[in-house]
Each structure stands twice: as C-alpha cells, then as structure tokens.
C-alpha cells in the first residue's frame, strides 16, 4: 500500500472509531474530513478530560449544533448511554422545545450581553446541558450520581465549555438530604430515584446534601428543565421564589405522578395527583401557559405542543395515572413532558407550525 493510501486510511479509521487507551472506544456518528481532523486533535485532550475513567466512550451528537459527548459504556448503561451512542441524541421532544426556545429568545443572549441560563436539574450523563452549551448556554447541572456527573464533567472538558458549565454533584430538593444507591442501577445507570433508599431495597445508599434552586438567587432563566423520575415537582418548589417573579421564562419538567405499583418504575409510589396537579396550578396562577410534550421516538422529525386548559390540571395529571400518556408513536406511559412558559400560548403554536410538520436535524 502506498503512503498517500495508508495516510487516508489511518484518517478514516480515526474518524469512524478512534481509541483512547484500551478503554475508550469512539463511536462517531459523522466521519466527514472535518470531524476526523476534530478526532486527531483531540486526541490527547480526550486522555485527559477522561483520567481514570475507564467504562466510558465518546460519541458525537447528531444535534444541528453537534459535540463531543461523554457517556457510559452502553455495554453497562444501556438506557440514556446506549440511546445517545446509537441515535446521537436523547429524548428528541425536550430536545426540540429547547432548541425552539433558543432560537425564539435570538439565541443564547442574556439581557446585560452574557450568556442566558439554562438549568439541568437530573442531568443524567448530560445531554441537555451539552446541548445547551453547545448553543452557547451557560448551563447550571445537578446530578448527584458520581458515574452520570463525571460525564458531564468530562463532556464539558473536551468541548472547552469547563469555564461556562456548573456542574453540581447534587440533588435538589427541600428536603435536606436525599439518600441514592452507590451501585449502579443495572442497565439504566441514571433511572435512579430518591425513593429507593427512601424506602430501601437492600442496596447501600450515599445520602447527599441537597440544594435548593432559589438561593442561587438568578436575575433570569432561560429554561429550566427537571427530569428526576417523578420527584420533579419537589426540586421545582425550590425555584418557587424565582418563579413567582416569572424570572424563569420556561420550564420543561418531566411529569410522572406516579402509582402503586411494586419496585421502583415510573409507575411506583412517587409525589402523586395532588402535588403535582397543585403546583402546575401554581404555574398557571403565575403567569405561565401550559402545554403537554408528548413522547417521541428517538428517531422520530415531527413534535407537537398540545395546550393545557389550567382549569382541568388535575384531570389531565389523573388521567396518567389511570391511562397513560399517549405518546405520538401511539403508545401510552405513565409518565410524560411539561412545558411550561410566560410568553403565552402562541407559542405553542408558532412551536407546532415548525415541528409538527417534521424537521430535519
């Protein structure tokens, strides 16, 4: 083989998967001449972002402002991880209101020039605060998991963004502290609640200091976003002085009430109808409209904001809990997404005559 074809080759072979030691495996989902040039320099900055972590891999997002991205191996998580090595990307819904919001607010602008703040509350290994910070966001993240938050650390590493990424080894809530399992939760590292060492399933718990959002004290928030398996409204209560003030312009919360069902699924004992129906009226009292984001497959181009009627809250949280969410690929959840904003319902309209006719990434 000559030089010239064993130069391409090593370029090609870096672009689709280059190696960081024996334990990163870098799975990219785009392998064109720009990125593989990307893959070469970062390099060295990759063994360092990711010292001493030895089950992770590097994928690159398929997002319209794509990064570098630091998850667990999907061979142990095979949940959020897998999904984001596989699709490069993670619970597209969310993902498309927040890119909407952006874009509507004219991008990542605050009002005195500085960048405007995105909050991450269960940030899981960091999807949504990459894709904030990739859109220029300051970003504030709280995951108390040391395996899921040193992928955030790690992600924002190598994307340079360690000056503009806050990154919060803690749960947020009222309660003082919040008790998670230190074994990794089989299969889906993330998908851990409270409610495990709250109600003990034999595994040894690290009980962690809590934080509440309002001693932070913002002048204004972009967006808000709370995925923490079904304790959501709990963190979003910390933030009730900002919100009352209306200086968080959106909230995009993950919305699972919860049954009574055995284990710790989405459909177990969690905040129930009453508190979270109550604070979503709260919502309404404050200022902000409501709209439903329902489920979309990861794959999925089309997305829709169905509006909320604020006066029948409580029956549309109900109706989760004995139906299910319908999501758009036709199945039902006992679970689903909130958004949550002051600029109205209209909105929510200009968000549907833009995806709900599909969109290309």
Known sequence: ???????????????????????????????????????????????????????????????????????????????????????????????????????????????????????????????????????????????????????????????????????????????????????NHAGNTGGVSQSICERGNGSPCEWIPTVQLDSFNFEKVLILKTDIEGFDIAALETASKMLAQRRISNVLLELTPGGNASGFGADSPKLGVERNSAFLSKLCDWGYSLAEIPYAKLDATHFKAIPLNCNHVFDFVQQIVSKGALGLDGERRPFTDVWANLVGANTFEKYNEQYSKGVSG
């Open 1 to 183: 083989m000559s030089p010239l074809a064993k130069s391409i080759l090593l370029v090609w072979c870096v672009g689709v998967t280059f190696y960081f030691g024996q334990s990163f495996l870098g799975m990219l989902s785009r392998t064109d001449a720009k990125d593989s040039r990307l893959a070469l320099a970062q390099s060295s900055l990759a063994n360092t972002c990711l010292k001493d972590m030895s089950q992770n891999v590097i994928v690159r997002t398929k997002c319209k402002k794509p990064w570098w991205h630091v998850v667990i191996d999907p061979a142990i998580d095979a949940f959020v991880s897998k999904a984001i090595a596989q699709f490069g990307s993670w619970d597209t819904h969310v993902g498309s209101a927040m890119e909407f919001i952006v874009h509507e607010h004219g991008g990542c602008i605050g009002a005195n020039g500085d960048p405007a703040i995105v909050i991450d509350v269960g940030a899981n290994v960091g999807f949504f605060s990459g894709q904030a910070a990739a859109l220029g966001c300051s970003v504030y993240s709280f995951e108390p998991q040391n395996a899921t938050s040193s992928c955030i650390k790690a992600t924002a590493c190598i994307n340079g963004w360690s000056d503009t990424n806050h990154i919060f080894r803690q749960p947020v809530s009222s309660m003082p502290v919040i008790g998670f399992p230190i074994q």
